[in-house]
Nanobody
Framework: QVQLVESGGGLVQAGGSLRLSCAAS????????MGWYRQAPGKQRDLVAE???????NYADSVKGRFTISSDNHKITVYLQMNSLKPEDTAVYYC??????????????WGQGTQVTVSS
């Protein structure tokens, strides 16, 4: 019912920057929050950053000061600007969106993931 399409991953050298985008579509009545999670090989999926419909943001300690999350509510798109990238940022990054569908049911949807690789 709700689809998320991510773009912007890739290979970058340490200290470089990447910008991830995630566009939501489908039977959406309201998005309450959108965010980015990441999962490195052999590790659990962890929150990187999230933003609520009211504009409140939350960041993992490891990315504070380097990553910035923003959203375009009209386009139902969330962005993650990643600066000063480190090798330990290497992971598959997943977009997440939570809200209410037009059928007034809750949704909690995930994108397919985009690989970010930071070389040292």
């Amino acid at each position: 019912q709700v689809q998320l399409v991510e773009s912007g991953g890739g290979l970058v050298q340490a200290g470089g920057s990447l910008r991830l985008s995630c566009a939501a579509s489908g039977s959406i009545f309201r998005v309450n929050a959108m965010g980015w999670y990441r999962q490195a090989p052999g590790k659990q999926r962890d929150l990187v950053a999230e933003i609520t419909s009211g504009g409140s943001t939350n960041y993992a300690d490891s990315v504070k000061g380097r990553f910035t999350i923003s959203s375009d509510n009209h386009k139902i798109t969330v962005y993650l600007q990643m600066n000063s990238l480190k090798p330990e940022d290497t992971a598959v990054y997943y977009c997440n969106a939570r809200g209410i569908t037009r059928a007034t049911t809750d949704f909690d949807s995930w994108g397919q993931g985009t690989q970010v690789t930071v070389s040292s």
